[in-house]
């Protein structure tokens, strides 16, 4: 494993943020779920597109907190321009689970 150094891991901003609205995504080559995340007043409202349909269906999602990295480039994912990583772990049989605080935090709170 690579080391890195403390300001390399400042360069990266991860924040939090509440899924405000949730859609299947069809058109992905993988099964996924568009998402439109608030980070509060500072960052706003960003897209995102996951591949969380194991564990996690679009109207189960609104509401709930989580970690994305918030100033990677946008990328074109088919028809949907992600904005931000949104950040997972992989269960034992690969799909991904989300990474979220265990209690509330305002919206666009960094990790430390």
């Known amino acids: 494993m690579a080391e890195i150094s403390y300001d390399d891991f400042l360069a990266v901003d ?7 609205r949730a859609e299947p995504f069809p058109e992905a080559r993988k099964p996924a779920i ?10 706003g409202e960003k ?11 679009p109207e189960g999602l ?3 907190q989580v970690m994305a990295v ?11 321009r992600s904005e931000v990583l949104v950040l997972g772990a992989s269960d034992d049989s690969g799909a991904i689970v989300l ?7 305002p ?5 430390h």
């Open 70 to 80: 918030v100033n990677f480039p946008p990328r074109q994912i088919g028809p949907v």
């Open 34 to 43: 568009k998402l439109w995340i608030d980070f509060g007043p500072e960052i």
């Open 99 to 105: 990474i979220a605080p265990d209690h509330p935090v």
């Open 47 to 57: 897209k995102s597109s996951a591949q969380i349909t194991v564990h996690y269906t």
């Open 62 to 64: 609104i509401g709930r």
């Open 14 to 20: 991860i924040r939090v943020g509440t899924v405000t």
């Open 107 to 111: 919206n666009g709170a960094r990790m």
